[in-house]
């Protein structure tokens, strides 16, 4: 990836991608006290759109995405890396 020094606008989309969270907090509805459903946002395997799942086990799920302690989470991504600015990164 690669984004001019004046390209405002890809700086923005590069900025904004990275800062989002892992999961959109509106895919999720109380269902009762012990319950939650998560609305997935494209059909699982076999068709499954939702997950119903107590509130351990989406914190459990939501944790597995944070990397392990000094581990660059980014370690494939050109993004994070001081780049030669003449350097063609495709």
């Given at each position: 990836?690669?984004?001019?020094?004046?390209?405002?606008?890809?700086?923005?989309?590069?900025?904004?991608?990275?800062?989002?969270?892992?999961?959109?907090?509106?895919?999720?509805?109380?269902?009762?006290?012990?319950?939650?459903?998560?609305?997935?946002?494209?059909?699982?395997?076999?068709?499954?759109?939702?997950?119903?799942?107590?509130?351990?086990?989406?914190?459990?799920?939501?944790?597995?995405?944070?990397?392990?302690?000094?581990?660059?989470?980014?370690?494939?991504?050109?993004?994070?890396?001081?780049?030669?600015?003449?350097?063609d990164i495709e």
């Amino acid at each position: 990836m690669r984004i001019e020094a004046n390209d405002r606008r890809g700086l923005e989309r590069l900025l904004r991608y990275r800062a989002r969270p892992p999961f959109a907090a509106d895919r999720i509805e109380e269902l009762d006290r012990h319950r939650l459903i998560y609305h997935l946002p494209w059909p699982g395997s076999g068709g499954r759109t939702q997950l119903i799942l107590s509130p351990l086990e989406l914190i459990e799920r939501i944790a597995a995405l944070v990397p392990p302690p000094h581990q660059h989470e980014g370690h494939d991504d050109p993004s994070l890396f001081d780049i030669d600015p003449a350097a063609d990164i495709e």
